[in-house]
């Protein structure tokens, strides 16, 4: 599938007997006994194809995801089963070895952004995704993580969020929205809270709101501040993201996270509140307790959940007739079919918009976009990531709306590179864009709720 040689190819004909033995050792690690057990069960009936948005895109038999679950399989079989050992052809049973490691990375890595939709479809119910994202891992332990998508942790690592952005330089941007919000809203005492020690809430952004898209963190804090919240910003500790979910990388993964938790601690807030975004949502709220080995003593929540309170408690009011055109709404996989938040977002839009046709399937059964696992950071594989979106857009398509709302921001990169390449014709906003646009603001911070 990749065109050229880069790093990755050099590491990979570089690798030595030590590197497929340490690899092997994350792989066994990450392979619980119950995953193991998915491991002998597939039943090859081929159903979870048409389940696939690369498979369904491409017609290849390397995009099935039963195929690519077998090259994990049969790696396991060889390393870790009596049967693998002593009668490897038997049982189809394979070492891993260089052809190997390179087959996983172009399936692995290239053919799946990990949305669960195969095994939410799986006739025996095994827990596809997850098997793969721990042949991610093992591939991590290797070297053998796209240099882009491995870049993108770095960076987090080393600067505190994925885009490298100064500290300095987020407290300007968002002096510079709190300003703006202040002359939209005419109410003096608007803005974003940064360190509010003791705030309910403590918001945290998708580093590529205060890069590129200002306006959504803008309308985000609309929302805040309409709603009369108690809530802040950290100077430091910021981003949501979380790109050790999509390189299997356990440790890094765990080591970002702590990013979020030392800010509610620093800040003493209650509540951690994840603005729109799928696997930022996803690793914050149900990964990152299982890397760290141990609960919160706060309260996570997403964004969305925390706007649909504020409509059905009436804490903010909207105008519908502000959107009066077709709208439709994009499920990320791992906000919806892995993180369970389908509801609010609809409650929410049913409410702000005049008519919310869904695309079909939609909720739990949705398409992945193409954009999740990060695709969008792994440049070798962008035209497979483009390919693999068609059945999205033809799902955007066929419902005919002028606007797609999409609460989360890797989505919608997605999404707006989809617009391009087949020509939708449609605007991409987050769920709070919309809300703000349609709010039916108080007249003064003194006058807030009445209207």
Excluded at 338 to 347: D, I, K, N, W
Aim: aromatic residues 6%; neutral net charge; contains cysteine.
């Amino acid at each position: 599938m990749a065109t050229h040689k880069d790093a990755l190819d050099e590491r990979l004909e570089r690798l030595t007997p030590e590197d497929f033995r340490r690899g092997l050792r994350a792989f066994s690690a990450k392979i619980r006994e119950a995953e193991s057990s998915w491991l002998q069960t597939c039943v090859r009936c081929g159903l979870c194809a048409d389940s696939c948005h690369y498979f369904r895109a491409d017609g290849e038999l390397e995009s099935i995801p039963a195929y690519k679950l077998e090259l994990a399989a049969s790696v396991f079989r060889r390393n870790f089963t009596a049967a693998g050992r002593l009668a490897p052809a038997l049982v189809g049973a394979r070492s891993l070895d260089k052809e190997m490691a390179r087959r996983w990375i172009e399936a692995i890595f290239g053919r799946c952004s990990l949305c669960g939709r195969c095994s939410l479809n799986c006739t025996t119910g095994v827990h596809i995704a997850g098997v793969l994202r721990a042949a991610r891992g093992a591939l991590a332990e290797m070297g053998l993580v796209p240099d882009d998508l491995q870049a993108t942790v770095d960076l987090s690592l080393s600067t505190g969020n994925n885009m490298g952005i100064t500290r300095q330089d987020w407290l300007d941007t968002v002096e510079w929205i709190g300003e703006e919000l202040r002359t939209e809203t005419g109410d003096p005492a608007a803005g974003i809270p940064v360190d509010k020690t003791g705030a309910k809430v403590l918001f945290t952004v998708n580093p590529r709101e205060p890069k590129f898209y200002p306006l959504s963190l803008q309308a985000s804090a609309a929302v805040f501040h309409a709603a009369g919240e108690d809530w802040t910003v950290a100077s430091e500790g910021w981003d949501l993201t979380n790109y050790g979910l999509f390189t299997g990388n356990v440790e890094q993964g765990r080591a970002i996270s702590e990013n979020l938790v030392r800010s509610m601690e620093r800040l003493g807030c209650r509540t951690l509140v994840i603005g729109e975004c799928g696997h930022g949502f996803a690793a914050a709220r149900w990964e990152a307790p299982e890397w760290r080995q141990e609960g919160y003593r706060f309260e996570v929540r997403s964004f969305l959940e925390v706007m649909e309170d504020y409509l059905l408690e009436g804490r903010i009011r909207v105008d519908r007739s502000r959107h009066p055109g077709k709208v439709t709404l994009h499920d990320p996989c791992n906000l919806v079919r892995s993180g369970g938040v389908s509801e609010p977002q609809r409650t929410v839009l049913r409410r702000t918009v005049t008519r919310l046709v869904e695309m079909s399937p939609c909720g739990r059964e949705n398409f992945c976009c193409g954009g999740g696992g990060g695709q969008l950071s792994m440049a070798r594989f962008r035209a497979k990531r483009l390919q693999a979106g068609s059945v999205k857009a033809e799902q955007i398509r066929k419902t005919g709306a002028a606007t797609v709302v999409a609460p989360c921001h890797n989505c919608i990169d997605q999404l707006m590179e989809l617009n391009r390449e087949y020509k939708l014709g449609v605007a991409i906003k987050t769920v709070a864009e919309m809300v703000a646009d349609a709010l039916i603001r108080p007249a003064c911070a003194g006058m807030r709720g009445e209207a």
